[in-house]
């Protein structure tokens, strides 16, 4: 998607450990505008697949999946990292492992909001390894839930875990693929 390209080309930084930051637009400063354009695009891929709730990660996965999920008209799930409680103990847990703290933690989600009727479209701001996505999945699947595919904004192709997922037949649409990346460039893959 050029928009969004033409924003990571402008704002984006390169930061140790192959971490690209995008505070200015994306992760801190929110850029309105084009989050509800990324939704916008998401939506145009997945509008056939009877979505009926879009699942992310707090925190940074969800004003795209607020923005998707308007498109959508459906509710939005977040997993959450940290127990509270307010979070029943009725909960899905998965492990994930942090690309950007270099940690694990388990994500959580209530049971009372997601339920084998859902079709889940799970939302993400990047895919690197996959962890993240993956360990959304395995929630879905403890729901005994559809996982009709991923919506990425970012997805850094050079990681591999983009394209791992789809050899398994995930259905994972990324609107900006990075498939290298140095100090000072970035070269976007080619959209089919
Ligand atoms: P994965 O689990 O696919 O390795 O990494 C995806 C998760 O790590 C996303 O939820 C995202 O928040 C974070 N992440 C991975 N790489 C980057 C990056 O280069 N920049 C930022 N800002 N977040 C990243």
Not at 3 to 28: A, Q, S
Not at 55 to 71: F, P
Not at 89 to 103: E, F, L, Q
Request: a negative charge; one cysteine or more.
């Amino acid at each position: 998607m050029k928009l969004l390209e033409d924003m990571i080309k402008k704002y984006g930084e390169v930061r140790p450990g192959n971490v690209l930051k995008v505070d200015g637009f994306l992760n801190h400063r929110i850029d309105v505008g084009l989050v509800k354009a990324l939704g916008e695009e998401l939506y145009k891929h997945f509008r056939s697949d009877k979505i009926t709730k879009i699942l992310t990660i707090e925190s940074s996965g969800i004003a795209i999946a607020i923005m998707t999920a308007q498109c959508f008209g459906v509710p939005m799930v977040f997993a959450k990292k940290r127990k509270t409680i307010n979070l029943s103990d009725d909960i899905y847990t998965a492990p994930v492992h942090s690309y950007t703290n270099n940690k694990d933690y388990d994500v959580m989600v209530s049971k009372d909001y997601i339920d084998k009727s859902d079709v889940l479209l799970i939302v993400d701001d990047f895919l690197a390894n996959g962890c993240a996505l993956r360990g959304l999945i395995d929630i879905a699947h403890q729901a005994g839930a559809t996982v009709a595919g991923a919506g990425i904004a970012i997805e850094k192709g050079f990681q591999g875990g983009g394209d791992t997922l789809r050899a398994e037949g995930l259905k994972v649409v990324s609107l900006a693929v990075i498939d290298k990346m140095t100090d000072d460039s970035l070269e976007f893959r080619k959209s089919e």
